[in-house]
């Protein structure tokens, strides 16, 4: 690994070093004094040796405003593309390529919706909101010597955020990370397509829980003859992102303070979706990652209490289908058609002209099917994040001083759901589902409603004194990882379509293990690779005979191996493709239609996995213990040893006959991409990779794949590791997949991926004398007089 990283990170800093005369004018202004409007007071940025700024202001409006400044210094570029993204004005700067993710904002209207909430938000949130973009408003204006290349190669200009852009984009999040709308969607293609007892026998949330819907015949015999069409033009999969999270008591460390630890997993992205900040005023401090485009911080410490999350996959989105006038701007509600709002919406794409798009908006929501692959109807999409409700959660942690205040802040939050775990000083750690959650009149969220039966879905939200949490449990830990969560028999309905949990029984299994946690032995478990289900299916596979050269060779590997899905393990290979290509052959024979989107066909390049492919492998797992094979599938022994086989003979055609050169890692490397990477001669510039790492979707340091292709792009990765113990905030410990900067030139573009790719963390300081020992530039800002 390390010879990969030395390389390709060597070939970066020559050319860097060879154009130093050009980097110092397209860098931005981190040294000296700069006068600014919008300040209240004088305010001191300084950054340490990776480019973290640590803010000193004397006011709660200059910290966010130096926030802002500081994330648009940095990640100008991505900015920019994230606002035309939410806003779907894309393909005005990069053509046709946009135009669809462009359609897709305008059909769902994050923007629309973000204008529509902006009167529901708290005077205080929205202070911190404007005060953050007056800040990035001050860093486009004053903080950047030059436009950055990127503008540079697109020949255009960077543009101010405002606040609805800050609200659409985690609507956006909402939506490309929601657990369960795509859900809907592939029950009803296998319903449709290959029955009941196709569905019940695949889906991956358990026959228990599904009461299957009747559907009008004419709603089958369309779909059924829009299918081959469709499979023809089914592009790239990929998969939904997971996360890690736990806190340990006091009483399980070795130092008697708790432990918190935080890994969001996200898609392999240069910049990181993340932005480390530190920040103190007279009233408050916080320290973490926020997230890009918005002044929360997701994972941090306030020098009180400390927090991190996961993607908590409540339901809060469900669709329904809909009869459309025929006027072309009505819908079916019972007997009547009720006119639709409607939204014309002009899309320009650069060197294209303009082009038009009609939006019909029913009171469930918005119609977005036109923009989806494999949806031959009209399909309205109804989201509690669409709603014009209040926000707050994460934008007020920097005060948190009580898990009584976190629940309180969580109160509103109508976005993504999330798992927040906690811990302060007073050594109380918690757990909160934080979310708001639908109370549904007549469903359960599983499959699209018929609108015209069900024009009012839902009654009301959950009231958030009844999510779930946990305070101080008696096992002295808290963990998540997307998993079901255990919750009373009164609880609320949630929703079924969380992750496996193969990597909450492998933190959980280790946590319980010892007393004396550290915070290097909690960075440890952020890179463990155990496969807990090969550990459930080793005898059941080692059980088959070896009768060809070719099953010897696999069944030896498997059982020479420690079962760790280690980068340099060619074992560890035939497993990963052996179970992959099992669990499509289970979904071929159930669903012969429909296997596709079994195993994770996504709907829009956008979202262009579902968590069904995701959670393939524990289905298997299930099947191969608890029930026969399919009809026509022969007995499971057969269909193991075929695999097997076909497994070895796709390793020996790709990699060759040497074992070393299926070591995992290398037939299936990490490649760090940026959007403009896509540009075939500017790759060398804005990607990274290929480097080989290890892991799968189901293990605590993932490296998933899509269940599609194995061998294919690794789809997710941890995108920041975070640890912090509450008390000693100067030993916290970060890493990013990249760095703090978005300019490919800059050394802080990638100058954490070494340490992140070896396993490493760097320190994130918080103490002025800490700060001083690591400060590299030192900015200050005045008041323009």
């Known amino acids: 690994m390390m010879t990969a990283v030395s390389g390709v990170a060597s070939g970066h800093i020559l050319a860097r070093l060879l154009l130093r005369p050009i980097l110092s004018l397209l860098s931005p202004i981190t040294r000296g004094q700069l006068e600014l409007p919008g300040l209240e007071r004088r305010v001191s940025i300084v950054r340490d040796r990776w480019g973290i700024p640590h803010v000193r202001a004397a006011t709660s409006h200059d910290a966010w405003f130096a926030l802002g400044f500081c994330q648009v210094q940095d990640r100008t570029f991505q900015l920019e593309f994230l606002r035309r993204l939410v806003r779907g004005e894309l393909a005005a700067l990069v053509g046709p390529a946009g135009l669809p993710f462009d359609r897709l904002a305008r059909r769902v209207g994050f923007r629309r919706a973000s204008l529509r909430q902006l009167p529901t938000i708290a005077g ?18 004053y903080g950047l010597r030059v436009r950055p290349i990127e503008f540079l190669f697109l020949r255009a200009d960077p543009r101010p955020w405002d606040a609805a852009d800050v609200l659409a984009l985690v609507k956006f999040l909402s939506f490309v990370l929601a657990s369960n709308w795509t859900s809907e969607l592939v029950r009803l293609r296998v319903l449709l397509e290959d029955g009941a007892e196709s569905l019940r026998a695949l889906d991956p949330a358990g026959a228990d829980v599904i009461d299957l819907p009747a559907f009008p015949t004419e709603l089958r015999s369309e779909w059924v003859e829009h299918v081959s069409a469709e499979l023809n033009r089914l592009r790239s999969f990929g998969s939904t ?6 806190v340990v008591a006091g009483s399980r460390t070795q130092s008697g303070r708790p432990l918190l630890a935080n890994d969001p997993h996200w898609s392999p992205l240069l910049p990181s979706f993340w932005y480390l900040a530190h920040l103190s005023t007279p009233e408050w401090s916080i320290a973490g990652a926020t997230l890009i485009g918005t002044p929360a911080f997701l994972a941090g410490h306030n020098g009180y209490a400390a927090w991190g999350v996961t993607a908590g996959l409540s339901d809060n989105t469900d669709l329904a289908i809909e009869m459309v006038g025929p006027d072309g701007r009505s819908v079916r509600e019972k007997d009547d058609f009720v006119p639709c709002r409607v939204h014309q919406e002009s899309i320009a794409v650069r060197g294209h002209g303009t082009v038009n798009d009609l939006v019909l908006e029913t009171r469930r929501g918005p119609i977005v099917s036109p923009v989806l692959r494999g949806v031959p109807w009209a399909v309205s999409l109804r989201a509690v994040w669409l709603d014009p409700l209040p926000v707050r959660g994460l934008l007020s942690m920097h005060r948190a001083r009580s898990f009584d ?3 309180a802040f969580f109160a509103d939050w109508p ?18 589902l934080a979310g708001t959650v639908p109370q549904r009149r007549c469903s359960t969220g599983l499959f699209p409603l018929l609108g015209w039966e069900n024009p009012d879905p839902w009654i009301g939200y959950v009231s958030p004194d009844r999510m779930p949490c946990r ?20 609880a609320p309905w949630l929703g079924v379509d969380y992750l496996d949990s193969y990597r909450i029984a492998r933190v959980t299994e280790v946590l319980g293990s010892r007393t004396d946690w550290r915070i290097e032995d909690m960075l440890v478990l952020q890179l463990d690779t155990a496969s807990l289900s090969w550990r459930e299916l080793r005898d059941i596979v080692l059980a088959v005979e070896p009768t060809t050269s070719r099953l010897q060779r696999a069944l030896q590997l498997l059982r020479e191996w420690n079962g760790t899905v280690d980068a340099a393990d060619p074992a560890a290979t035939v497993f990963e493709i052996f179970v992959h290509r099992l669990a499509q052959e289970l979904a071929r024979a159930y669903a012969p239609r429909s296997w596709r989107w079994v195993i994770g066909a996504g709907f829009h390049d956008l979202v262009d996995g579902t968590s069904w492919g995701v959670r393939r492998i524990a289905h298997l797992v299930r099947a191969l213990h608890d029930s026969s094979p399919p ?14 086989e076909q497994v070895i003979e796709e390793l020996e055609r790709v990699a060759g006959d040497e074992v070393a050169d299926w070591a995992w890692g290398k037939v299936r490397p990490l490649h760090l991409r940026h959007p403009l990477g896509a540009v075939g001669g500017l790759r060398w510039l804005f990607d990274r990779g290929p480097f080989p790492i290890g892991g799968d979707e189901n293990t605590v340091n993932p490296g998933g794949v899509s269940a599609h292709d194995p061998l294919g792009p690794v789809q997710f990765i941890a995108s920041l590791r975070f640890v912090v113990e509450v008390g000693s905030w100067d030993r916290a410990r970060v890493s990013l997949p990249g760095g703090q900067s978005g300019h490919p030139f800059s050394f802080h573009y ?4 070494a340490y ?22 030192h900015l200050v800002l005045v008041p323009a007089r």
């Open 405 to 407: 205040d976190c629940r």
């Open 631 to 644: 009809p026509r599938c022969g007995s499971w022994p057969a269909m193991i040893t075929e695999v097997l």
């Open 756 to 777: 992140w790719l070896r396993g490493e963390t760097i320190p994130f300081v918080w103490s002025e004398d800490a700060i001083a020992r690591v400060a590299r530039d």
């Open 124 to 141: 205080d949130v929205r202070d911190q909101v404007e005060a953050f973009l007056a800040g990035m408003r001050a860093g486009l204006e």
């Open 750 to 753: 990638d100058d954490l991926l």
């Open 241 to 246: 992102a997971a996360s890690n999270n736990w």
């Open 471 to 490: 305070v101080d449990p008696p096992e002295g830990f808290l963990a998540t990882a997307n998993n079901r969560p255990t919750l009373p028999d009164n």
């Open 415 to 432: 976005h993504l759901p999330l798992n927040v775990v906690y811990a302060d000083c007073s050594n109380q750690i918690g757990w909160l």
